[in-house]
C-alpha cells in the first residue's frame, strides 16, 4: 500500500484521541492477524470467537508501529502507537474509504451466486493486458475481507478488483457503498443462502444491492437469460447497462463452444475471425468469461486485446482444478463451494468429456438450503445416470435424500453413502480407483471434502 502517516490515519478513522511520539511516522500495511505483524504496519484488533486486543503484545514483538484501540485508553499499550477509536471494524472500513479516494483506480466489483470468484480471476486477468490491477485475494469479500483488498492496493493501481459475498440482505449494499463501483457484475442467480434469504427472489435483490454504491456513470453487467434480475432492479437507475450469455439476445454473446477437459474455445459476436480459450472446461466458466470480457470492453478493450490474457488466467485454488490422483486416477477438484445450480452445471461439463477410464462423482452436502434443502439435494438425481456416471459417492447427512432417490438408478455396488468420519470415504475411494479414472469432487465448502481431496492426490 501507499505509506500513510499516523496523523492521516488519525483523521480517516475518526479518532478519538490517539498516542504518539511521532504522529508523523508512517505505516505502509495494515493487519488484523499479530503473527503478520511487522515494522511499519498498523494493527487492527477485531472482535470475533476472540477479542484481537488480547493479541498486541504479539503484534507489538513482531514490530507493528500502531494500533487501533477501542478498549478503555488506561489498558492501552505504551510502547508503540495507539489510535483510540469506539470501534475498530467501523475504523478499518472508514480507512479503506479514504485510502480508496486517495488512489482512486476504476473499480470493478463482482458478486453472484456461483462463479463470482472464477469471474473475479478472470476479469483481473484480461484487465492486466492493459491496466495495472489489484485484486481480491483468496475469499476476502466480506465486510473485513474487502476493506483489506482495498488497503493492500498498490499506489499504482489503475483497476481494483472486488469479489463481494454474502449471505443476507444489507451485505451486499454496504460493501457496494464501500466500493463505489464503476462496474457492477453479477455472474448468476442460483439458490445458494436460501436458507437465509427465502427464494432465489430474495437472492436476486439481495445480490441487485451491488447497484447501490454503483456511480452514476457506471454500468451494471448481468446475464440475459435471468428474469428476476430484470423484474427485481430498479427501473430509475441512470447507469448503463449491458448483458451477456450464450444466445443472440445477450449482449455480448458467445457461440461455437467447444468444451475439454482442460480447456474450452468459443467465440464471441465482436470479433468471428477470433477462437477465444479458457484453461478450464465447461460452458458455464464460457458465462463467467463472458462478464469479464463484458467488464473489458466497458474499459475499452478490444477482444483482441485480452485473447491471450484470457488463455492463461490463474484460477483460484479449488475451483475445477485437475490434480493427480492415487493409483494413477484425474480428480477434478471443484469442493470449496457448491449449489444445486453450480452442481448441476459442473455435472452436465463432466458428463460431456471423453472418456478416459471410469467417470466418478463424489458428492457432499449442500449448505445454507434452507427448508427445500431435501427436496433440492434429491432434484440433482436428474443429473445422474448409470449412462454418464459409473459410481457415486455421497457424503453427508443431507445427501441421504439423494442417495434414495438414485437407489433405483444404480446398483449397490456403484452408489454409496457416508456420513460423520471421512475416514471410511477416503479408505473405500483410495482402493477402488484406477489408472484413468476422472473423478468429480463437489460439496459446499461446510462439508470439507477439501480434505477428502488432500488424502487423494499424490
Do not use: C
Not at 464501500?178 to 432465489?200: N, Q, W
Not at 460452458?283 to 462478464?291: D, F, G, I, M, P
Amino acid at each position: 500500500m501507499k505509506p500513510l502517516r499516523i496523523i492521516d490515519v488519525v483523521k480517516a478513522v475518526g479518532a478519538i484521541d490517539y498516542t504518539s511520539a511521532n504522529r508523523f511516522a508512517e505505516i505502509d500495511s495494515v493487519v488484523f492477524d499479530s503473527r503478520k505483524a511487522k515494522p511499519n504496519s498498523l494493527f487492527v484488533p477485531l472482535k470475533g470467537e476472540s477479542d484481537g486486543h488480547d493479541y498486541v503484545q504479539s503484534a507489538i514483538q513482531n514490530g507493528a508501529t500502531a494500533t487501533l484501540w477501542s478498549r478503555p485508553a488506561g489498558e492501552a499499550p505504551e510502547e508503540i502507537a495507539v489510535i483510540l477509536v469506539d470501534d475498530t471494524l467501523e475504523a478499518l472500513q472508514n480507512l479503506a474509504k479514504a485510502y480508496l479516494e486517495m488512489i482512486h483506480p476504476k473499480v470493478v466489483a463482482v458478486t453472484g451466486s456461483n462463479g463470482k470468484t472464477t469471474t473475479k480471476d478472470m476479469t483481473a486477468a484480461v484487465l492486466s493486458a492493459r491496466y495495472r490491477v489489484h485484486k481480491t485475494q483468496g475469499n476476502y469479500n466480506n465486510e473485513i475481507g474487502v476493506p483489506m483488498t482495498i488497503l493492500a492496493m498498490p499506489e499504482d493501481t489503475e483497476v481494483l478488483v472486488v469479489e463481494m459475498g454474502m449471505s443476507d440482505f444489507g451485505e451486499i449494499s454496504f460493501l457496494s457503498r464501500m466500493a463505489k463501483p464503476d462496474v457492477a457484475i453479477i455472474t448468476m442467480i442460483g439458490d445458494s443462502h436460501l436458507e437465509f434469504l427465502g427464494t432465489r427472489s430474495g437472492i436476486a435483490k439481495a445480490k441487485l444491492e451491488i447497484l447501490e454504491g454503483l456511480k452514476a456513470e457506471g454500468t451494471f453487467i448481468y446475464p440475459a437469460d435471468e428474469p428476476l434480475i430484470r423484474e427485481t432492479m430498479p427501473m430509475d437507475g441512470a447507469y448503463r447497462k449491458m448483458t451477456f450469455g450464450l444466445d443472440e439476445t445477450a449482449t455480448l454473446y458467445a457461440y461455437a463452444v467447444e468444451p475439454g477437459k482442460n480447456r474450452t474455445t468459443f467465440k464471441v459476436n465482436r470479433d468471428d475471425s477470433l477462437e477465444l480459450e479458457i484453461p478450464v472446461l465447461g460452458a458455464y466458466n464460457v458465462r463467467n468469461a463472458l462478464a469479464a470480457l463484458a467488464a473489458a470492453e466497458v474499459l475499452g478493450m478490444a477482444v483482441a486485446e485480452v485473447k491471450d490474457a484470457l488463455a492463461s488466467f490463474q484460477l483460484t485454488a479449488n475451483r475445477t482444478q485437475w490434480v493427480e490422483g492415487v493409483n494413477g486416477a484425474q480428480i477434478l477438484n471443484d469442493a470449496y463451494n457448491a449449489s444445486p445450480t453450480s452442481v448441476t452445471a459442473v455435472l452436465r461439463s463432466f458428463a460431456a468429456l471423453p472418456r478416459e477410464g471410469r467417470r466418478i462423482v463424489v458428492l457432499g452436502d449442500l449448505r445454507e438450503l434452507g427448508e427445500n434443502s431435501a427436496a433440492l439435494h434429491a432434484g440433482l438425481a436428474a443429473e445422474l445416470s448409470p449412462e454418464d456416471f459409473d459410481k457415486v459417492y455421497l457424503y453427508g447427512t443431507e445427501m441421504a435424500a439423494l442417495y434414495e432417490a438414485l437407489e433405483n438408478k444404480f446398483s449397490a455396488d456403484n452408489l454409496y453413502h457416508y456420513v460423520g468420519e471421512k475416514a471410511p470415504l477416503i479408505g473405500k475411494l483410495q482402493s477402488d480407483l484406477q489408472k484413468a479414472d476422472q473423478v468429480l469432487i463437489k460439496s459446499s465448502f461446510g462439508t470439507d471434502l477439501l480434505s477428502v481431496v488432500a488424502a487423494l492426490r499424490v
